[in-house]
């Protein structure tokens, strides 16, 4: 059984879906003011991996998924306004460069990403229903605000207590508002601001009703999961809790689910901090894949340390899995969850149903592998099931699903041998050592090694791979 830790309950629960038949999950997705960083990508494959896990135990027709896009903010405005162009065209640019984010990591596109200002008249209709059932009140300045003295258990997926919150608040409570903890629903316009017309005048939403009136319209008032980043817990999460149970009265989501910040010298890799790396940097100088796999490197809710020397480690593994995989390019994935308590295939969907244990799947991935290598050149029929499975198995993960040759092959970034250069420096190589000319033959070794190019000779010819 599938075991998810509820930050709402904070403890592991057996995952029971409302409806098996339809499994629903929304996760929030990017602000579109700027390139993805590394924390971006962490967030979008943790919830791809929980996506592709679902699929598999519920199947692919059963599991929806929405990942929305904010595409109208104070951030977005700010930089619009900063670079003298429409904020329309703005946000345009910057979904375009995601969504070439999200193909290069092997993420799997969502089944629904609705964008927030597709969404205006849901929001003006949830707004409504909370001015209606006693949530929310028009400021003097035809803002619209969320009353969160109205909303009982306020703080219950965070764990803060509003009075302490009150207590701790830095800064004057707003003119327009009745309390520093109340929150904007609706924003009147400002000189030269994107708005729409609304029963309160024209204006904007607030970003967290955004969140709300997209997924409970796509998935409808109540559904089984929502993620996101550790940072949204609070405030925009629970806010949305408010919001949307205030203005349903049911209850919101089952499961909520959030991924640990990525981490730069111990500090939270943020764009307000100025320590973060774009998805594109870090692509510039490692295989997408190599960044999907480090990142699975640490269970999803714990942090993630970003250094080279974990890429470089998560390069030389990937690598290891792909050489086992050599000469199995035309097997067909397999999955069997069934193959005996201590095997490989066990300890993988044992470690997925613990709250999709990646550390430990992975570890059952090199098992796998380690059976492949031993079968290799005396079971091939054997061998081809291990193949199958571990195959299989990662495909789970969104890992090995290329040819290996071309993995192990492909350099990234401009410097080093051309595949074509090598193969005319091994073939010299192999005339020499027909010429029974040592040297040369060594030389030419050296003179791959040197360039990176790892060479391994068999009886069956000689293999080469980028170290």
Known sequence: MLQIYNTLTRQK????????????????????????????????????????????????????????????????????????????????RFITAFHEDTRALGVVAPDQEPRA?????????????????????????????????????????????????????RVAVEEAKDDP???????????????????????RPGWHIECSAMSTHCLGHHFDIHGGGLDLQFPHHENEIAQSEGASGKKFVNVWMHNGFVRVDDEKMSKSLGNFFTIREVLKRYDPEVVRYFILTSHYRSPLNYSDQHLDNAQAALTTLYTSLRGFEDIEPVLREEMGADS???????????????????????????????????????????????????????????????????????EGLSATEVEDLIAHRKQ?????????????????????????????GTQWRRG
């Open 13 to 92: 629960e057996t995952f029971r879906p409302i409806d098996q038949d339809n499994v629903r999950m929304y996760v929030c997705g990017m602000t579109v003011y700027d390139l993805c960083h590394v924390g971006h990508a962490r967030m979008l494959v943790v919830f791809d991996v929980v996506y592709r896990y679902l699929c598999h135990v519920y199947g692919k027709d059963h599991v929806t998924y929405v990942r929305n896009i904010t595409d109208i903010d104070d951030k977005i405005i700010q930089r619009a306004n900063e670079n003298k162009e429409d904020f329309y065209k703005l946000t345009e």
């Open 344 to 414: 490989a295939n066990t300890k993988f969907f044992a470690a997925m149903n613990d709250d999709f244990n990646t550390p430990e799947a992975l570890a059952a991935l090199f098992e796998m592998a380690h059976k492949l290598n031993r079968e290799k050149k005396y079971h091939p029929k054997k061998s081809e099931h291990y193949a199958g499975q571990l195959k299989g198995l990662a495909g789970l993960l969104g890992l090995l699903e290329r040819d290996p040759e071309v993995f192990l092959k492909t350099g990234i970034g401009e």
């Open 117 to 169: 200002t597709a969404y205006i008249d849901q929001i003006i209709n949830m707004i409504e229903a909370l001015v209606a059932n006693g949530y929310a009140y028009v400021s003097g300045s035809s803002d619209v605000y969320f009353d969160v003295s109205r909303f009982d258990g306020y703080g219950k997926l965070s764990g803060k207590n509003p009075e302490d919150l009150v207590a701790g608040a």
């Open 432 to 460: 020499a050592r027909a010429d029974k000319d040592w040297a040369e033959a060594d030389r030419l070794r050296d003179e791959l090694q040197d360039k990176g190019i790892v060479i391994e000779d068999s009886a069956d």
């Open 181 to 203: 903890l109340d929150f904007a629903l609706w924003k009147s316009a400002k000189p030269e601001e994107p708005s729409w017309d609304s029963p309160w005048g024209a204006g």
